[in-house]
């Protein structure tokens, strides 16, 4: 989702490392990922670099792995829900 709005993210041992972005504009950026429903799994999936990562996963078309990625490995709600916790006390737009 943050890579969507174009921040330069990586994932290392299970923990986000958003670089080169101040943390208002990270929170900013929270704000809208919460806000925004134009933002499905199918949508986040499609920017995924590497979606094989079952066993038979070579044999399905781009399309067909990318809604498997969505399904399989994405949840955006819980997604939303953790960017709503760490809004807590530094938004007013914070559930």
């Known amino acids: 989702m943050l890579r969507l709005r174009d921040l330069k993210v990586d994932c290392e041992s299970g923990c ?3 670089s080169e972005c101040t943390e208002s504009g990270l929170i900013g950026c929270f ?3 919460v806000q925004d429903g134009t ?3 199918l949508r986040v999936a499609g920017e995924v670099a590497n979606k094989q990562t079952a066993k038979w996963d070579w044999a399905l078309s781009d399309d067909l792995l990318t809604a498997e990625c969505a399904v399989r490995d994405l949840d955006l709600d819980a997604a939303r829900a953790t960017m709503n916790r760490v809004l807590a006390g530094h938004s007013p737009l914070a559930e």
Do not use: G, M, N, S
């Open 16 to 18: 986000l490392k958003v």
């Open 39 to 41: 933002i499905t799994a």
């Open 31 to 33: 704000e809208e990922c």
